[in-house]
Structures are given as C-alpha cells and as structure tokens.
C-alpha cells in the first residue's frame, strides 16, 4: 500500500496544516484579487471561469473600505490600498514611486508564506520619488543605475500599499499618487502578463483534496528554506510536500487530513489572550519573518492576512472586556485614554470595529467603522483624555456620540493601529486603557 494512504494519524499532521494554511490563504487572495481584465479593459482569458488573471499589475481601491468589501480581512478604513501580485519567476521587475509630498504611504512586500520582508515607504525609503528593482531568489545581476535592489524571498510576492487618505475631499490627491506606482520590465516594457493562479476567487477551505493539491504546487513553485527540508519529509506522509500528490490519497486519509484541518481552523478561532492586560492582545509580533512560529504564522495568515511588521504598523487587539468576557455590542463599553496616555505614534492611530464571526466592518446607520486621532468632532474632556464608547445602539447622551464607535448586535472585536508606533508599544511599556463593560442603563 502507498505509504501516503496508510499512515496513522498523529500530531505532525496538524503541524502539517498549520505549516501551509499561509500558502492556501496566500493563492486564496490571489485568485481573489488579481484582476480578470488589465487597466485596457483586455480579458486575461475569454472563459469566465477560468482561472488566468493578470499578474505584475496595480489595481487601486479609490475609497475608503466599507463592510461592502469582503475581499480581505480585518481591513483598514484609514488607507487607500493598492494591490498588485507579482511573479518574478522570469526575472526581476521594476517598480517605480513619486515623491509622495510628505503623505503617509507603504509598500508592503509579502512572501508567498506571508512573511513582511520588506517595505517601500515613508519610514524606510522615504517620501521622495524612487526606483527599486525587485528579484527572486534564483536572481544574480546588476541593479540598473539609480535603481535599489530587494532581493526577494520567494518568486511569488504579494505587494500591499496603504496610503493615508483625510477625509473625502483628499482622495483626487490620493489617487494621483497611486496612479504613480508603476511596473515595468528592466527593458522598460510593461510587466503585466497573464498568470494562472489555480484558483477560483470564491473558493473556501473544506475539500481535504483540493486543500493538498493547492499547497502542493505553492511549496513547488515557493520553495520553503533548506533548513526546513526536514519538516518537510514529515509532512509527505499526509499528502502534503512539494512531490505531495494529491491524487493517491484515500478516503481515510483524506478523512485524517480534513478533521486535522478543522481542528486548525477552530484553534485559530479560539479568543485571543489578553496578554497585554485590560482585554488587549498582540496578535502580530512579527518584524521581517515568522522564522519557526507557524502557529503564529497560521493565525496571521487567517484572521489578518496582509499584516505588516510591528515597526510599520502595530495591530493592538481585544474581543474580550476587561473582566475576560467576549464583547458583544448588546452590552456598552467605554475606552478611557488619560491625557498623557494617548498612544504615541509617527503617522496615525485608529480604533476599528470588526464583526467576529466574519472578520469584516460592521455596517450602521451613521457609516462610521472607525475612530482615531483625524477623526473629526471628536471630543476630549476638559482634562484632555478621551473617552470613547463601543456599543450597538449609540449614548443616550448626544454629547457623547462624536466619541461612538457603532458595534453589531453581537459579538465583535477592535483592532487599534499604531502606524510608525514609539518605543513605548514597540517596549511594551506602553499601558492600553482597559476596555469596561458599562451598566444597562449606561449603555444606551
């Protein structure tokens, strides 16, 4: 008998899981996000159901993220993104950037296992215009003159921008700026070209096989680091490695397999830690690399996928109160900043509300899905500390409402960003308000 259809279960196979959930999450949002049709309007492909898109190619969001977006998780509502995907398996590409004028904005460079491992920027590059020339690890060359080199860590790099949009009457400035970002060969020509992604945008985990057959060819075509060959040879009894094939296992080890992966999935649901005291946790501690936290790597890749690296962007969270209960909007919640507490950044900070059960931005009456320190009307005390309330149904008192950050009538969680965060986060000196449950009467 195949060894493959005969092993025993055992732990490694959730060790197996976790180690590749990123690459299945990673192709998920590729096949999600490249674009069918070019900035021309071509079709990548006649067939609509086809799975070849356009790769090494900018697509832009030119508003701010609403719940009416389900593209990716835990999203932003601070920041226009822009997308592009690109496969450097045929050589490197160009990336050109304008001079910013002073705004706020990253390039945020992804390997196909979801490590940060690089960033174009303002903090790192600068604001000024510049020219970078991406490579894949097989690469050996020059960079062309006025060019910087990144040497990249796997052929297929997600590239994820933010830049920092004030309000509605910014956002012509904003897209002038993005419309700057361009990709081209080293000879100049354009670098979009079709790609197979091997995937169809709507596709979930759930078939044991097709989970195989995905990240089979991602180890394949990203090979994972010399040093973790080992961990590797592990896994080819699952089915699962870069010669894995997908098609000889049996209905029991596809049973095995596929209970190994909802056990993954419910660890990675399970509520986080308050580690950080006051119902916060730290979920992402990441600066360039996971490194061996393939648990940690798992979670990122599932709940928060396209996170940056803490000195970038810290992603402070909490779905529990201060006392250990799960949030809930049926209940109201105060967020009490001291005057000499607010949090202490270079760029920005915001609160931003999430359903839990779909990790999404929750629709209410007044459109608002966050609040930070550029929100307008937002009301300090007379002490100069801020308060601000978290609750399905707003204050009764009006004065109260500019400081109303709207949850769902059920269980949520919010995501406090620190862009360019002070050495006091980066410490962990810094002290997070606790997050205080409220009294009936007080929550509405």
Same mark, same amino acid.
Request: with cysteine; proline share 8%.
């Given at each position: ?21 990123? /690459? $299945?999450? %990673?192709? =998920? %949002? ?6 069918? &049709? ?64 002073? &705004? ?14 690089? $960033? ?15 490579? #894949? ?50 000879? #100049? ?12 945008? #709507? ?18 075509? !990203? ?6 060959? #080992? ?72 709940? $928060? ?27 109201? $919640?105060? /967020? ?23 990790? %999404?931005?929750?629709? !209410?009456?007044?459109? =608002? ?76």
């Amino acid at each position: 008998m195949n060894r493959t259809q005969s092993a025993a279960p055992g732990h490694d196979i959730a060790d197996a899981v976790r180690y590749t959930l990123p /690459l $299945y999450e %990673m192709a =998920r %949002m590729r096949a999600a996000t490249c674009p069918r &049709r070019d900035s021309a309007g071509e079709f990548a492909a006649p067939q609509p159901d086809g799975t070849v898109r356009w790769i090494n190619h900018f697509i832009h969001t030119r508003q701010l993220l609403g719940p009416q977006h389900r593209q990716v998780v835990t999203p932003n509502n601070d920041t226009l993104y822009s997308n592009a995907w690109l496969d450097l398996s045929q050589g490197p590409l160009l990336l050109d950037v304008p001079d910013s004028a002073g &705004r706020y904005y990253v390039l945020g460079l992804l390997d196909f296992y979801t490590n940060p491992f690089g $960033y174009i920027g303002t903090r790192t590059t600068g604001n000024g215009q510049g020219r970078f020339l991406l490579h #894949g690890p097989r690469w050996h060359g020059e960079a062309p003159a006025g060019a910087t080199a990144i040497a990249c860590p796997t052929d297929a790099v997600w590239l994820l921008g933010r830049v920092l949009v004030d309000g509605q009457a910014d956002l012509p400035a904003v897209h002038a700026l993005q419309d700057g970002f361009r990709l081209s060969t080293p000879d #100049g020509a354009p670098a979009a070209r079709r790609f197979d992604v091997g995937m169809q945008p #709507g596709e979930h985990l759930g078939d044991p096989r097709r989970y195989a057959e995905v990240v089979n060819l991602a180890l394949r075509e !990203n090979p994972p680091p010399p040093a973790e060959a #080992g961990l590797l040879a592990r896994f080819a009894q699952y089915g699962i490695g870069a010669d894995g094939d997908a098609a000889v296992l049996d209905e029991a080890a596809l049973a095995r397999l596929g209970m190994a992966i909802q056990a993954v999935l419910a660890e990675l649901a399970a509520p986080l830690p308050s580690d950080l005291g006051g119902g916060w946790t730290l979920p992402v501690e990441i600066r360039e690399s996971f490194g061996t936290r393939y648990a940690e790597r798992a979670l990122v890749a599932r709940n $928060y996928i396209g996170a940056l690296g803490v000195e970038e962007a810290m992603y402070v969270m909490a779905d529990r109160d201060s006392e250990g209960a799960p949030l809930d909007g049926r209940t109201g $919640y105060e /967020l009490a900043f001291a005057a000499d507490a607010l949090p202490r950044v270079g760029a920005f900070w915001s609160l931003t509300m999430y359903g839990k059960t779909d990790c %999404m931005l929750v629709d !209410n009456p007044i459109g =608002r899905y966050s609040l930070g320190d550029r929100s307008p009307g937002l009301r300090h005390e007379a002490d100069g500390s801020l308060r601000l309330r978290l609750s399905a149904t707003p204050p009764a008192d009006a004065a109260s409402q500019d400081n109303w950050l709207p949850a769902p009538a059920g269980p949520f969680y919010v995501t406090l960003r620190l862009y360019e965060p002070r050495s006091a986060h980066l410490d962990k000196t810094f002290v997070y308000p606790p997050i205080r449950a409220l009294s009936v009467g007080a929550a509405s």
